[in-house]
């Protein structure tokens, strides 16, 4: 049974995977290692509703498709403390240079690209299907504590409250310019992020992979020959909108907002807060008083790494500018809370 699970939501790209890795290490909190894309769009793909977007509403989740969802939930969770080992050996992995090279081979688009990104996720598959077998041998306890992260959830939080309508809820936002730079990047890499295989190819200039990557946003259609700035803005605006009406309805559940810029800069401190809301100690959160785990980058970090790009990013503020203010980010031109 799954008792007041925990959800990490936000636009992609947001710090969502950074939270999560986190969080994933605490022993009271059992995780799939991977979003739940997948699992939710057994029975609720874009297809189902005619490819009109991602989001979902309380009614469309079914008695068939609510038992499926927890059954593969309660099937693949693992402890904290099983994905603390893994997590211990993916690091040694990653600090192998062939490793390495295969991983920027993969963020390429040469001859044997798309093998050489499938390798890393071949292993984090592996590690599930072990978790899978833990549980038939090491039958879970009665109760677990779920956490959930997956960016298209965003649109989805209705429906997720009626599947479990006791969970709670943190919010990652991040400045609107670094975060449509990183979505930007993210829809460069051919091979990473496959996102949906839409009835309309994704035509739009500085792209290559045809696909839908990222959160299926409703009016999607509209954008697909829109330069990739212009798609990126909006899906961060979009994302972040759907969070903020769910938080203003009357029976939304407890929300909890941490920003990226915050969590990277007063690790501690975020991470103390983020323990209150889930009345759980932040020293049973291995990652407290540790510094940043290493995260799903596409490029490395740099504070504001944007203003590489900061002309394209210019000509998408008038998108990006009345949600930063929404969200309390300055978009002023010399602003650089960004990272």
């Given at each position: 049974?799954?008792?007041?699970?925990?959800?990490?939501?936000?636009c992609?790209?947001?710090?969502?995977?950074?939270?999560?890795?986190?969080?994933?290490?605490?022993?009271?909190?059992?995780?799939?290692?991977?979003?739940?894309?997948?699992?939710?769009?057994?029975?609720?793909?874009p297809?189902?509703k005619?490819?009109e977007?991602?989001?979902?509403?309380?009614?469309?989740?079914?008695?068939?498709?609510r038992?499926?969802?927890?059954?593969?939930?309660?099937?693949?969770?693992?402890?904290?403390?099983?994905w603390?080992?893994?997590?211990?050996?993916?690091?040694?992995?990653?600090?192998?240079?062939?490793?390495?090279?295969?991983?920027?081979r993969?963020?390429?688009?040469?001859?044997?690209?798309?093998?050489?990104?499938?390798?890393?996720?071949?292993?984090?598959?592996?590690?599930?299907r072990l978790?899978?077998?833990?549980?038939?041998?090491?039958l879970?306890?009665?109760?677990?504590?779920?956490?959930?992260?997956t960016?298209?959830?965003?649109?989805?939080?209705?429906?997720?409250?009626?599947?479990f309508?006791?969970?709670?809820?943190?919010?990652?936002t991040?400045?609107?310019?670094?975060?449509?730079?990183?979505?930007?990047?993210?829809?460069?890499?051919?091979h990473?992020?496959?996102?949906?295989?839409?009835?309309?190819?994704?035509?739009?200039?500085?792209?290559?992979?045809g696909?839908?990557?990222?959160?299926?946003?409703?009016?999607?259609?509209?954008?697909i020959n829109?330069?990739?700035?212009?798609?990126?803005?909006?899906?961060?605006?979009?994302?972040?909108?759907?969070?903020?009406?769910?938080?203003?309805?009357?029976?939304?559940?407890?929300?909890?907002?941490?920003r990226?810029?915050?969590?990277?800069?007063?690790?501690?401190?975020?991470?103390?807060?983020?323990?209150?809301?889930?009345?759980?100690?932040?020293?049973?959160?291995?990652?407290?008083?540790?510094?940043?785990?290493?995260?799903?980058?596409?490029?490395?970090?740099?504070?504001?790494?944007?203003?590489?790009?900061?002309?394209?990013?210019?000509?998408v503020?008038?998108?990006?500018?009345?949600?930063?203010?929404?969200?309390?980010?300055s978009?002023?031109?010399?602003?650089?809370?960004?990272?």
């Amino acid at each position: 049974m799954i008792h007041l699970p925990v959800l990490i939501i936000g636009c992609a790209r947001s710090g969502t995977s950074l939270l999560y890795n986190m969080l994933s290490e605490t022993a009271s909190l059992w995780s799939i290692g991977y979003e739940s894309k997948e699992i939710i769009e057994h029975d609720h793909s874009p297809a189902v509703k005619g490819w009109e977007s991602g989001a979902l509403a309380a009614e469309d989740l079914t008695n068939e498709s609510r038992a499926y969802i927890i059954r593969r939930f309660e099937q693949q969770a693992a402890p904290g403390t099983y994905w603390q080992r893994v997590n211990r050996l993916r690091q040694t992995v990653n600090r192998s240079g062939l490793y390495g090279a295969i991983k920027r081979r993969g963020r390429g688009e040469g001859g044997g690209s798309a093998v050489s990104s499938a390798v890393p996720q071949a292993g984090l598959d592996a590690f599930r299907r072990l978790a899978r077998l833990r549980n038939r041998l090491l039958l879970p306890p009665n109760r677990i504590r779920l956490l959930e992260k997956t960016p298209e959830n965003c649109l989805r939080l209705p429906f997720l409250a009626a599947l479990f309508p006791d969970a709670r809820i943190i919010f990652l936002t991040r400045d609107g310019r670094a975060n449509v730079h990183s979505l930007m990047e993210g829809w460069r890499q051919a091979h990473l992020f496959p996102g949906y295989r839409t009835p309309i190819p994704v035509t739009s200039t500085g792209q290559t992979r045809g696909r839908w990557a990222f959160t299926l946003i409703p009016g999607w259609r509209k954008l697909i020959n829109s330069p990739l700035e212009e798609i990126c803005a909006h899906q961060w605006v979009v994302c972040n909108q759907a969070v903020i009406d769910y938080a203003a309805s009357p029976l939304s559940l407890p929300i909890l907002t941490i920003r990226y810029e915050d969590l990277v800069d007063k690790t501690d401190e975020s991470l103390a807060r983020v323990a209150a809301f889930l009345d759980v100690d932040p020293r049973a959160i291995p990652a407290f008083g540790q510094g940043l785990p290493q995260v799903n980058v596409v490029s490395g970090p740099k504070v504001d790494k944007w203003r590489g790009e900061q002309d394209t990013i210019e000509r998408v503020m008038p998108i990006l500018t009345p949600m930063m203010a929404k969200l309390g980010y300055s978009g002023g031109a010399d602003s650089s809370t960004a990272s």
